[in-house]
């Protein structure tokens, strides 16, 4: 009898301490949703209706025949049209969750359980296999905001380089990298303030949620993560090639694992903030990209 109770106690200590993870990763797979179906929404080349949704497009773009001149008016990518777009982009992502569907399944659950697994594994982590040493901190914390400072000057020093030589993908590149990182800025914040997560620097890294007391400098998800990600997202869609994505992806991954590296994130934040950044980068670019590769 004693080894039974020992058993169900035991038991009941497992199913509590993954009950909020789970919890969590539930409301977190609206929010992955929201960007997700956003991308769904027609671009620059959608395919007639079929009958179905009108509201879905191909996962790539119809091959041309020709290369059509920028539109112009409100749909046109430029400085002047980027206020508009991403308040429309917003519009978009808040309202997505309630058009999720069945296909949105394939990939919301393995990433929630991810998710569930890494907020599970977050307190362990940061106490016992990240390093606490200041100095080897401080260092990944500089490598973090080196590298996304780069991912912030790489749209802006394309959209120079096209308005210098004309170059019309070079100058797409660096307005849709701005409103993606935008966007995602604005995701980010608003995730921020639902979930009020406690950095790992405080109450020995246990990353409590819904604490008011962090107030806007709440853990989850990672600022760094969603801004290099959704850039990374744009540059490496606009230029597709191996190298240019291989490069994007590899330093956007430095962003997130220096964040936890440097002891200012727990991994689960930068794996939604990973996640959300390279959704909203993606949305932007189907939804606003207008130029041919051949232009």
């Known amino acids: ?18 009950r909020t993870p789970a919890l969590l990763s539930s409301a977190l797979m609206l929010a992955f949703c929201a960007t997700s179906r956003a991308q769904s929404s027609p671009g620059a080349n959608p395919q007639p209706p079929s ?35 991403i308040l429309k982009d917003q519009a978009v992502v808040w309202t997505s969750p309630a058009r999720i569907r069945t296909p949105d399944l394939t990939w919301m659950v393995p990433l929630g359980l991810a998710t569930t697994v890494a907020i599970t594994a977050d307190h362990q982590t940061m106490s016992s296999v990240v390093s606490q040493n200041a100095s080897f901190n401080n260092h990944n914390i500089t490598a973090s905001n080196v590298l996304l400072g780069g991912f912030i000057a790489v749209p802006v020093a394309l959209f120079g380089v096209g308005q210098l030589h004309k170059n019309e993908q070079s100058r797409e590149t ?39 007391s962090v107030g806007f400098n709440s853990s989850f998800p990672s600022n ?59 949305y932007v670019y189907r939804k606003h990209h207008r130029v041919s590769d051949d232009d």
């Not at 059509?68 to 049209?81: F, I, Q, Y």
């Not at 990182?181 to 604005?186: P, T």
């Not at 914040?189 to 949620?209: N, Q, T, V, W």
Request: hydrophobic residues 40%.
């Open 1 to 18: 009898m004693p080894g039974r109770i020992s058993f169900h106690l035991c038991g009941l200590s497992l199913l509590q301490r993954l």
């Open 51 to 85: 009958g179905g949704n009108s509201d879905s497009i191909p996962d790539a773009p119809l091959p041309q025949s020709t290369n059509p001149a920028p539109p112009k008016g409100a749909d046109a990518v430029t400085l002047r049209n980027t206020p508009i777009h």
């Open 174 to 212: 660096g307005i849709l990298g701005g409103e993606a990182m935008v966007d995602g800025l604005v995701v980010e914040e608003g995730m921020k303030l639902i979930f009020l997560r406690e950095r790992p620097s405080l109450d020995g890294a246990k990353g409590k949620f819904f604490q008011t």
């Open 224 to 282: 760094h993560s969603v801004l290099a990600w959704s850039s990374a997202s744009v540059i490496a869609s606009e230029y597709p090639s191996r190298l240019v994505q291989l490069g994007a992806y590899t330093l956007a991954t430095g962003v997130s694992l220096t964040r936890v590296l440097g002891q200012q994130h727990f991994p689960s934040d930068v794996l939604v903030g990973s996640a959300v950044g390279w959704l909203v980068g993606r």
